[in-house]
């Protein structure tokens, strides 16, 4: 049983740390360890401590509609100091999402992190752009962060969210109704199976790195950690309407000055039927993966957005 399984519970504890005017930006692991760290914040001294720096805190500490709502919902943990929440809460873009406790180290951990808001930004820029969706999915959509932001900006689409990960898609819909988004459907499906297109916007935000562990969250496979990128690239072009787009945000290792992603996507657009553009949005992203294994050769990691358009 996942932790967000008590819909209804958590819903309420998300509204209670509205009451509160909650707000708090994830960050790396990386960051958020080094900040934990720090003398002075082993124990939490704010709201934002508890649910977003996931720091323990002595009884009597929290608010108490915001105390009942973590007791019901069960993800209060008894810790030596007190307890210690085992979800975490963020803020993107108005959304509220709970996501996993830190350090994700499980195998179906749901994870957020700067990742998520980048992706959110290449997302809605393309929304931007006037493109009409009557029918979207998430692919591999963790929080449902960018499938409630579409589902939020077109009140009339049908938005599928799909995730491999159970305990993913309970987040989602536990994140979908706490922020009050109903247009949205839940299916445990690895991409396109059981959620066939075809689709006006597919979106999907993989993982890419080469994890040992094979943690879903984090594991993108392939020898450089591109290969479920490629491979949703790939599936994707023939789950799009004419006049759909696939909008993919991913990270590709740059090995002698060569974009391992950007060169194996190429060949795959026909571009009779379809229009590209591919982009950096940030040239070097978890640079400590470079430190050995299967990336030690590569010069960077960037982060990338793949937008593909099928002509009408």
Do not use: K
Request: proline content about 5%; overall charge negative; hydrophobic content about 50%.
């Amino acid at each position: 049983m996942s932790v967000f399984d008590a819909t209804a519970e958590l819903v309420a504890l998300a509204a209670a740390l509205r009451a509160e005017d909650y707000a708090f930006t994830c960050v790396t692991p990386a960051t958020h360890g080094l900040v934990n760290a720090r003398a002075g914040n082993g124990v939490a001294r704010t709201l934002r401590d508890v649910f977003g720096w996931n720091r323990p805190f002595a009884a009597g500490f929290l608010p108490a509609p915001v105390l009942r709502a973590a007791e019901a919902a069960g993800v209060l943990a008894e810790h030596p100091t007190g307890h210690v929440s085992r979800v975490r809460a963020a803020t993107l873009e108005g959304l509220l999402l709970l996501h996993s406790a830190y350090p994700t180290d499980g195998a179906d951990a749901v994870f957020l992190g700067p990742d998520t808001s980048r992706f959110a930004n290449a997302v809605l820029d393309h929304l931007r752009t006037g493109a009409r969706v009557g029918r979207a999915v998430d692919l591999g959509c963790g929080t449902g962060g960018a499938g409630l932001l579409i589902a939020r900006a077109c009140p009339s689409a049908e938005v599928v969210l799909t995730d491999i990960n159970p305990a993913a898609l309970a987040a989602a819909r536990v994140n979908a109704a706490a922020n009050g988004i109903g247009n949205v459907d839940f299916r445990e499906a690895d991409l396109f199976v059981g959620a066939a297109g075809p689709f006006d916007l597919i979106v999907a935000n993989p993982p890419y790195l080469v994890d040992q562990a094979e943690r879903i969250y984090r594991h993108g496979g392939g020898a450089l950690g591109g290969g479920l990128s490629l491979r949703i690239a790939a599936e994707a072009l023939g789950q799009l309407a004419p006049g759909g787009s696939l909008v993919l945000y991913t990270g590709s290792a740059v090995v002698d000055g060569r974009c391992h992603i950007r060169e194996a996507i190429v060949p795959m657009v026909d571009a009779a039927l379809f229009d590209w553009s591919f982009r950096e949005m940030d040239p070097d992203v978890f640079g400590e993966e470079l430190a050995g294994g299967a990336l030690a050769a590569a010069d960077r990691i960037a982060a990338v957005v793949l937008t593909v358009r099928r002509r009408p």
